[in-house]
């Protein structure tokens, strides 16, 4: 029996698009209705809307809102006044590849059209199919990640994957939650995920609505459990993946990717292809967002370190491929040698 999703992410309406704000979760379920572009691009910056496949959803709608305020006497000047918009949701985070993705495809569905109004219909009808395969293909790699499940698994994940991420199914969490409606009995240990909590509010949220038993742990502590033999297996989800299997994910899951190798537990990671960058060569390439310090130094708005004292905040790290046990994608599990196997299911040699 599948999971019935009682919330929605992100929603576009016609002429709005709808945003569930992640900020307020778990306590609050508040939604933004906005037909600002500039409202869309502020809430990928402020994480109202995160996670990789979303990012690159929210954007998609955000150019469509623009579009469609957009007065243009002829193509050429919309697609001139198209740019900017482009380029104000391209500035809003760096390193999830969903998000460029999604403005490369759109700036294509741009290019056909021979009218200001064929082109506007052109950029909407893309964006929704973004988001339809985008939900589609967490579907299917959470059915492959699934196999990957034995009954009785406890399974240790990191930041946030679920629904809220994707919109679908989710990554790593899709996965997990696949095997819970497969019947699995299965447990899960959630990374709080400092310095945001996205596991702790998102993840932890996310998991009692599908009734799966989930138990909280700080970041720290994965090591004692990993060695311990609590965990069967690390599933996390990935902003970008290199050519070589290199992958950027929240900060904190290259430690977890080395503690696992070293208690011998399987260190997966699921996302879908639209998060392979297949032009970046390793990871050293992926471009880090670096964060306000106050994120670390504040919770939530209250301090809790010493007035004036320096933070540092890289949103993500890189995990580089030898420790990567699989990459679960809706086109299957690539294993060892990720490049062979990244180069067969990208267009990109």
Same mark, same amino acid.
């Given at each position: 029996?599948?999971?019935?999703?009682?919330?929605a992410?992100?929603?576009?309406?016609?002429?709005?698009?709808?945003?569930?704000?992640?900020?307020?979760?778990?306590?609050?379920?508040?939604?933004?209705e906005?037909?600002?572009?500039?409202?869309?691009?502020?809430?990928?910056k402020?994480?109202?809307?995160?996670?990789?496949p979303a990012?690159?959803?929210?954007?998609?709608?955000?150019?469509a809102?623009?579009?469609?305020?957009?007065?243009?006497?002829?193509?050429?000047?919309?697609r001139?006044?198209l740019?900017?918009?482009?380029s104000?949701?391209a500035?809003t985070?760096? !390193?999830?590849?969903? %998000?460029? $993705? &999604?403005?490369e495809?759109?700036?294509?569905?741009?290019?056909? *059209?021979?009218? @200001?109004?064929?082109?506007?219909?052109?950029?909407?009808?893309?964006?929704?199919t973004?988001?339809?395969?985008?939900?589609?293909?967490t579907?299917?790699?959470?059915e492959?990640?699934?196999e990957?499940?034995?009954?009785?698994d406890?399974?240790l994940?990191?930041?946030?994957?679920g629904?809220?991420?994707?919109?679908?199914?989710?990554?790593?969490?899709?996965?997990?939650?696949r095997?819970?409606?497969?019947?699995?009995?299965?447990?899960?240990?959630?990374?709080? !995920?400092?310095?945001? %909590?996205q $596991? &702790?509010?998102?993840?932890?949220?996310e998991a009692?609505?599908a *009734?799966?038993? @989930?138990?909280?742990?700080t970041?720290?502590?994965?090591?004692?459990?990993?060695?311990r033999?609590?965990i069967?297996?690390?599933?996390?989800?990935?902003?970008?993946?290199?050519?070589?299997?290199?992958?950027?994910n929240k900060?904190?899951?290259?430690?977890?990717a080395?503690?696992?190798?070293?208690?011998?537990?399987?260190?997966?990671?699921?996302a879908p292809?639209t998060t392979?960058?297949?032009?970046i060569?390793?990871?050293?390439?992926?471009p880090i967002?670096?964060?306000?310090?106050d994120?670390?130094?504040?919770?939530q708005?209250?301090?809790l370190?010493?007035a004036?004292?320096?933070?540092?905040?890289?949103a993500f790290?890189?995990?580089?491929?030898?420790?990567i046990?699989?990459?679960?994608?809706?086109?299957g599990i690539?294993?060892?040698?990720y490049?062979?196997?990244?180069?067969?299911?990208?267009?990109?040699?």
């Amino acid at each position: 029996m599948e999971h019935q999703i009682t919330y929605a992410p992100i929603e576009w309406l016609g002429d709005k698009v709808r945003l569930l704000d992640q900020t307020r979760l778990p306590g609050e379920e508040i939604y933004i209705e906005t037909d600002d572009y500039r409202v869309v691009a502020e809430a990928i910056k402020e994480l109202k809307v995160r996670g990789a496949p979303a990012i690159g959803i929210a954007g998609a709608y955000g150019v469509a809102l623009g579009a469609l305020k957009i007065e243009a006497a002829s193509p050429e000047e919309f697609r001139a006044r198209l740019a900017e918009v482009i380029s104000t949701i391209a500035g809003t985070r760096p !390193t999830a590849r969903n %998000l460029f $993705g &999604a403005l490369e495809y759109l700036q294509k569905a741009a290019q056909t *059209g021979k009218s @200001v109004a064929q082109i506007r219909n052109n950029i909407i009808a893309a964006a929704i199919t973004i988001h339809e395969e985008e939900a589609a293909a967490t579907h299917k790699l959470s059915e492959y990640g699934a196999e990957l499940i034995q009954d009785g698994d406890t399974i240790l994940t990191h930041c946030n994957t679920g629904p809220l991420a994707t919109t679908g199914y989710g990554t790593a969490l899709g996965v997990i939650i696949r095997a819970h409606e497969q019947g699995k009995i299965v447990k899960v240990f959630a990374d709080e !995920t400092r310095p945001l %909590l996205q $596991g &702790a509010r998102l993840t932890c949220w996310e998991a009692q609505k599908a *009734g799966i038993p @989930v138990t909280l742990i700080t970041d720290s502590m994965a090591g004692y459990f990993l060695n311990r033999g609590y965990i069967n297996s690390v599933i996390t989800g990935a902003d970008r993946i290199a050519a070589n299997g290199d992958t950027a994910n929240k900060i904190g899951t290259y430690s977890l990717a080395v503690l696992a190798k070293e208690n011998g537990v399987p260190f997966y990671i699921a996302a879908p292809t639209t998060t392979i960058d297949p032009c970046i060569v390793t990871g050293a390439q992926i471009p880090i967002e670096q964060r306000s310090p106050d994120e670390v130094t504040h919770v939530q708005g209250v301090s809790l370190a010493p007035a004036g004292v320096a933070a540092a905040n890289p949103a993500f790290d890189v995990t580089p491929h030898k420790y990567i046990t699989a990459i679960i994608t809706e086109k299957g599990i690539i294993r060892k040698p990720y490049k062979a196997g990244i180069k067969s299911i990208t267009s990109v040699a």
